[in-house]
């Protein structure tokens, strides 16, 4: 049974990191759930995913020396059961197995040698209860021989809770690691089977419901003894979709929301112009795009749906956001670095409305981030910043991202800046400061191109326009961009991407 189809459902996009399962079993436990229950239902569970992907066919399930072994049995047991030709090797010192893994081994009926490279030989599909979600160290000796034996084999491979050798609250490996065609965890997916490289490594992820709880998990997550962020969750409709604006019948295009986006100069005018179409097609009533006097008629020659408005200083944008009613403002793409687009992001910080802050508007303050987020934290309305690695290690040089982890990293500069901070990437986190994040696993590799950030921008700026609350707007863009990405396939550029929201949008 998956998440979404048990009692677990409630949250089905949370995540889990290993301390936290621990401690909801734990809780479990105290509660009456016996720990061999947990480990019964976790080794059928992966046999049922087994049995709903594959025929009966020749499997190999290696055992490692702790719980994760102990749940290897388990499948071994019910896949034989089931008309799979099993057997079982063993790694790691048999004479340490904790209790119930023990109990698990003797209810197996064959014979669970010690593994060899040989016991590939034979095996259409290879189940790997070497070592779980827990581990914290590099495979080594058997451990690591059998990783990289399994991963030059044809077999298919499944893994239980988290492919051997893999961190799962990191999602990094240090030295080698299983290949999983398919993973099977527990209760809630680990940070690791999103976060690259552990996201291509794990395969195929199901979470699977093993009788810990909603209950339990709150618990468990409600202990703020954790460095990484304690409400996290994978990015998806489930997180957001009841708090993203739908327009009502007797909208007009203003009610919908009028976004303005900051125009480049006349050679650079065509990030802003990706963004202000984005706006629209995400569902924005109207948007202007506020140029330079001097960009107006290259503006004015690729420009029909979106207005465009000369603006030379700050008064001028302040004046147009207050007599046009502005409902969000994108500033940053293509804008320029300099003192001119530090001047218009403050003048855009006091004018009460919902900001977006890219590229150039962010690198503007490499030097001077401290007043950034001055001015962010005496911003009326909610403001996002949407660094990539570069950006972001201008804008926060006092975050280590390499030994914090992405995760951390983000929600750390979410609290020093006061602003949401979308971190872009392959996993992009978006962290606000109140101790919620989300990591996003919808974007497709096709979306490193030139422009798609300004997309993105845009896309954020579209849904803040039309008063959709900050997190869940800025979640809601981060995953259709990666969905209309995906349905364009290989050979992407940024200006297909605006027209491919509609059919984001309708798959929801």
């Known amino acids: 049974m998956t998440v979404a189809q048990g009692a677990a459902a409630a949250e089905p996009l949370r995540l889990l990191t290993t301390t936290q399962m621990r401690r909801a079993e734990r809780i479990a436990m105290a509660e009456g759930v016996l720990g061999l229950s947990l480990m019964e239902a976790a080794g059928r569970a992966v046999a049922e995913s087994v049995q709903r992907r594959f025929p009966p066919c020749s499997v190999l399930v290696v055992c490692g020396p702790g719980a994760n072994g102990g749940d290897g049995f388990v499948v071994a047991r019910r896949l034989a059961e089931a008309g799979f030709a099993v057997r079982v090797a063993t790694i790691g010192d048999t004479a340490k197995r904790p209790p119930d893994a023990e109990t698990m081994a003797q209810k197996w009926s064959g014979p669970a040698p010690a593994w060899s490279p040989s016991d590939l030989e034979d095996a259409a599909l290879i189940v790997d209860g070497v070592f779980g979600a827990g581990l914290a160290r590099h495979l080594s000796g058997a451990a690591a021989a059998f990783a990289e034996a399994a991963n030059r084999t044809t077999a298919r491979v499944v893994s239980i809770d988290a492919p051997s050798g893999l961190n799962a609250d990191s999602g990094q490996v240090d030295g080698v690691c299983v290949q999983a065609d398919l993973t099977v965890t527990f209760a809630r997916k680990r940070p690791g089977h999103l976060l690259p490289p552990g996201r291509d490594l794990s395969g195929e992820v199901e979470a699977a419901d093993i009788g810990v709880s909603d209950a339990a ?29 739908a327009p009502m019948r007797s909208a007009h295009k203003y009610a919908r929301g009028h976004l303005g986006c900051l125009c480049g100069p006349a050679h650079r005018t065509g990030a802003a112009r990706l963004a202000a179409r984005s706006g629209l097609r995400i569902g924005a009533g109207a948007a202007t795009l506020l140029c330079p006097p001097e960009a107006v008629p290259i503006v004015a020659a690729h420009e029909t749906a979106v207005m465009i408005e000369p603006i030379a200083d700050t008064e001028a944008m302040t004046a147009w956001a207050q007599q046009r009613r502005a409902a969000a403002l994108v500033l940053g793409p293509a804008a320029g670095v300099g003192a001119a687009t530090r001047e218009l992001v403050e003048a855009a910080l006091q004018l009460r409305v919902p900001c977006v802050l890219d590229a150039d508007a962010l690198t503007s303050f490499e030097d001077v981030s401290a007043d950034l987020f001055g001015a962010i934290r ?16 201008r804008l926060f040089p006092s975050i280590d991202v390499a030994s914090e982890g992405r995760i951390a990293a983000a929600a750390r500069a979410s609290s020093l800046s006061g602003a ?7 996993d992009t986190i978006v962290a606000d400061g109140a101790g919620r994040a989300a990591i996003n696993a919808s974007a497709p590799p096709t979306l490193a191109t ?40 290989p050979g992407l550029i940024a200006e ?7 059919g984001a949008l309708r798959a929801l």
């Open 496 to 502: 297909d991407l605006p027209d491919l929201i509609p």
């Open 217 to 245: 998990i709150a618990k468990a997550v409600a202990d703020a003894s954790d460095p990484i962020a304690p409400d996290l969750f994978e990015n998806g409709p489930g997180l957001w979709r009841r708090a993203v604006a």
């Open 420 to 426: 949401l901070v979308v971190f872009k990437g392959p």
């Open 450 to 489: 030139a422009g798609s950030g300004d997309v993105l921008a845009g896309m954020i700026g579209g849904l803040l326009a039309q008063g959709s609350s900050a997190f869940e707007a800025t979640c809601a863009a981060v995953w259709l961009h990666g969905v209309a990405a995906a349905h364009f396939g």
């Open 378 to 393: 005496k911003a009326a309305a909610p403001v996002a910043l949407t660094p990539h690695a570069g950006e972001f290690a």
